[in-house]
Structures are given as C-alpha cells and as structure tokens.
C-alpha cells in the first residue's frame, strides 16, 4: 500500500490550493479516503472523508464550505480542494485509506497559510 501527497506549500490567507493523493497496492476503490492534518503542538484531526463510491462525504465543522473533498476511482486519487484558507489551516497533511479494520496513512505535505 502506498499513498503520496502533493499539492502542498505556502499560500496567503485567503487564497486556495488543491491536495492530491496517489494511491497504489490495493484496491482503491474499496476503501474510504480520508484527508487528515496536524499543526505543531496539536493532535492529529480528521479533516474530511468520502466514501469508497464518492457518494458521501463528511467535513469538520472547522473547514466546512471552505474545503470539498473528492476521488476518481479510475485514478486511483483523492483530492482536497482548500478555498478561503486561513493561517489556522496552517499544518501537515495526511491521506489515509480504511476498509475495516486495515488502515494506511500516506507520508504527508505542509501547507503554510502566511501573508
């Protein structure tokens, strides 16, 4: 299983960027997609999921009608599309794929929200 992020830098508050998240090693498009992130000095906070067929998704209070998960399945992909970003968005963040018990986190990208 391997999961690679990119999409990730700095950015003025504000402004928007686009996380992608390249999965391999298994069957994607059973598993449900999820986009975490951790500040310094924070606990690690679930930001989004989307369901194995796209067709649910779920947001934290903190990022909702800012941020819109997504997926193609055909990719192999997820995405995080951040809109309106603040410097409290300010952190690492992580893919990670869930079928049940089975869990697997990609290696992470800093997003910086700084004028």
């Known amino acids: 299983v391997q999961l690679v992020e990119s999409g990730g830098g700095l950015v003025q508050p504000g402004g928007s960027l686009r996380l992608s998240c390249a999965a391999s090693?298994?069957?994607?498009?059973?598993?449900?997609m999820s986009w975490y992130r951790q500040a310094p000095g924070k606990e690690r906070e679930l930001v989004a999921a989307?369901?194995?067929?796209?067709?649910?998704?779920n947001y934290a209070d903190s990022v909702k009608g800012r941020f819109t998960i997504s997926r193609d399945n055909a990719k192999n992909s997820v995405y995080l599309q951040m809109n309106s970003l603040k410097a409290e968005d300010t952190a690492v963040y992580y893919c990670k794929a869930r079928r049940g018990s089975l869990s697997s986190w990609g290696q992470g990208t800093q997003v910086t929200v700084s004028s």
């Open positions: 989307i369901s194995s067929d796209g067709g649910s998704r």
């Open positions: 090693g298994f069957t994607f498009s059973s598993y449900v």
